[in-house]
């Protein structure tokens, strides 16, 4: 199920996105929000695949609001404004509606969001992953993988066993892993949910050579970290 929250001001609009959403197969809508506060709350409590996100807004326009955001689903922009088409793919919107928006345009734009969740649905099906360390390629499963650290240029990837050392940054060796299970809780740590062992105040336990280690958590992953954790609670 895709669960999908619509961001409008504009009554008529809201209905309009609402009667559409409800013709599709498997998209569940969480929920109608008229301003940009009322979706932080609904983003913070729920899990949501696609926004459909007008950018004229009172208070917080849309694109502010998604630039505030540390983590964002996919976002289909809605305004009756054309010329704000360039800042909405400057953010990586998945599309731009412009009002008033016919079904068969939504219907494109929708179709563009599940090809493309397709498509990374289908990278991240793998659980394991190489990477060139000591002059070749060593393949390494997900759920080996304690933690991450970041050092300039290199990553140190740290299993219960061993450290594995491999030149690429923490931003293109996040993006290969699985959003599920990793967690980036500092700049320079990365973390498996799975072998989480204790939460200290700012600090996490994990467990490497059967010695426990902390890992720092930075003040701007702190919100997302506790989301996430609220989301796994019994």
Do not use: W
């Not at 998604?66 to 996919?74: A, F, G, R, T």
Request: with cysteine; aromatic share 8%; net charge negative.
């Amino acid at each position: 199920m895709i669960n999908t929250v619509i961001v409008d001001d504009e009554p008529l609009a809201l209905e309009i996105l609402e009667s559409y959403i409800s013709q599709l197969k498997d998209f569940k809508l969480i929920a109608k929000c008229t301003s940009a506060i009322e979706a932080h709350q609904v983003l913070a409590n729920h899990k949501v695949d696609l926004i459909f996100l007008d950018i004229e807004m009172p208070v917080i326009r849309g694109t502010e609001f998604i630039k505030s955001l540390k983590s964002s689903p996919e976002v289909i922009f809605t305004t009756a404004y054309p010329e704000f088409a360039v800042q909405g793919f400057e953010l990586n919107a998945m599309d731009y509606l412009l009002k008033p928006i016919s079904f068969e345009r939504f219907l494109k734009a929708v179709n563009k969001f599940q090809e493309n969740r397709s498509n990374t649905k289908t990278e991240h099906e793998q659980d394991f992953i190489f990477v060139k360390a000591d002059k070749k390629l060593i393949k390494i499963n997900f759920g080996e993988i304690v933690y991450i650290e970041g050092l300039k240029d290199y990553v140190i990837i740290h299993t219960p066993q061993s450290r594995i050392i491999t030149l690429q940054t923490m931003k293109s060796l996040e993006e290969k892993l699985n959003k599920e299970s990793f967690i980036r809780v500092h700049r320079s740590y990365i973390v498996n949910f799975e072998h989480i062992n204790a939460i200290h105040g700012s600090d996490i336990e994990v467990i490497t050579k059967s010695i426990p280690r902390l890992i720092p958590i930075g003040n701007n992953y702190k919100e997302e970290l506790e989301i996430k954790i609220e989301k796994r609670k019994l």
